[in-house]
């Protein structure tokens, strides 16, 4: 059963991946007719980071294929990680398409001039906003339930998307009920701007995946009070490690038990723990090693099996 559901989850992950592609391609169709009617920097700027909504989700299929490949001579831990790279890729692609737009922005600030059919083209750019911010909240939150930095960085940059498109949106109203022609140029440079920002945020939270950072401090105590709560037998648990890659998680520590107590019967103990992460944790690896009582850190006699 948990097998079969592991699978539906990895189905359900890699076809919202797949259908990532078509609704990117849509949404970069709508914004060039956007700009292709209207000559708008902004709207042309909107365009270009769309682009980079193209690229990354293809880029994110194919991390999520390869997260999801079982584990091998080669990757003994599996493939997680696989999501951190593609994040990565999603990052650095958004700064290059910040610094077109920055080329972009400096040669109209140069000339500006006024817009070509201003409302067909800011109508045209809604819509695709309108597709990005419906497609975000699906990817966002499958990303959550899947534990897939992939799918959710993919989602959080569409919704960065979003709010980019509906400011340029107010500013070029702006722009064409005043008559001042260099807000158009101005709200590209701030694009960029909110795009460098953007790109940096996802390339440093796939960083600190790629550098095996823990779970945080609340994760941590429901794991210590898991582990308390299923170790009866034991005497204490020292040295907790945990680590996160993409939708694993995995915890090591010492369990010290009676050295008289039989090798059976302290392997009882570690499987009821594991049985009880597995049930709360999604996707857990659990490595426990038993240690005899003369390497206790904590005076004999403590209540319950606490943590050193």
């Not at 077109?100 to 000339?111: D, G, V």
């Not at 083209?121 to 497609?135: E, K, M, P, S, T």
């Not at 960065?160 to 590209?188: K, N």
């Not at 039989?262 to 240690?291: F, Q, T």
Request: charged content about 15%.
């Amino acid at each position: 059963m948990a097998a079969r559901s592991k699978e539906t989850a990895k189905q359900k992950v890699v076809m919202l991946a797949l259908w990532s592609i078509p609704v990117a391609l849509g949404v970069l169709a709508l914004k060039f007719a956007a700009w292709w009617i209207t000559g708008s920097v902004a709207l042309y700027s909107d365009a270009l980071e769309s682009i980079v909504n193209v690229i990354a989700s293809f880029f994110a299929l194919w991390a999520i294929r390869i997260s999801h490949l079982p584990a091998d001579e080669n990757h003994p831990f599996g493939h997680h990680k696989a999501e951190y790279l593609s994040a990565v890729v999603e990052g650095a692609l958004i700064i290059v398409a910040a610094l077109l737009i920055f080329r972009e922005a400096f040669f109209a600030l140069q000339s500006p001039t006024q817009l070509d059919q201003p409302w067909p083209g800011l109508a045209i750019n809604a819509i695709a906003g309108v597709l990005n911010a419906a497609w975000a909240w699906v990817l966002i939150r499958a990303g959550r339930q899947a534990r897939s930095p992939a799918l959710e960085a993919d989602g959080r940059h569409l919704l960065t998307d979003v709010w980019t498109s509906a400011g340029i949106i107010v500013g070029l109203i702006a722009a064409v009920s005043t008559g001042w022609a260099v807000l158009d140029p101005v709200l590209a440079i701030a694009v960029a701007i909110n795009i460098v920002y953007q790109g940096w945020s996802v390339v440093g939270s796939s960083v600190q995946g790629l550098m095996d950072v823990g779970v945080d401090a609340e994760e941590s105590m429901r794991i210590r009070g898991i582990i308390s709560a299923n170790a009866g037998g034991a005497l204490e648990v020292h040295d907790l490690k945990t680590r996160i890659a993409g939708r694993a998680t995995f915890i090591e520590f010492h369990l010290v038990v009676d050295a008289a107590m039989s090798v059976g019967d302290s392997h009882v103990i570690c499987d009821r723990i594991e049985e009880a992460l597995k049930a709360v944790i999604p996707s857990v690896r659990v490595v426990i090693h038993v240690e005899p009582d003369d390497e206790a850190k904590l005076p004999r006699g403590t209540v319950s099996v606490p943590f050193a």
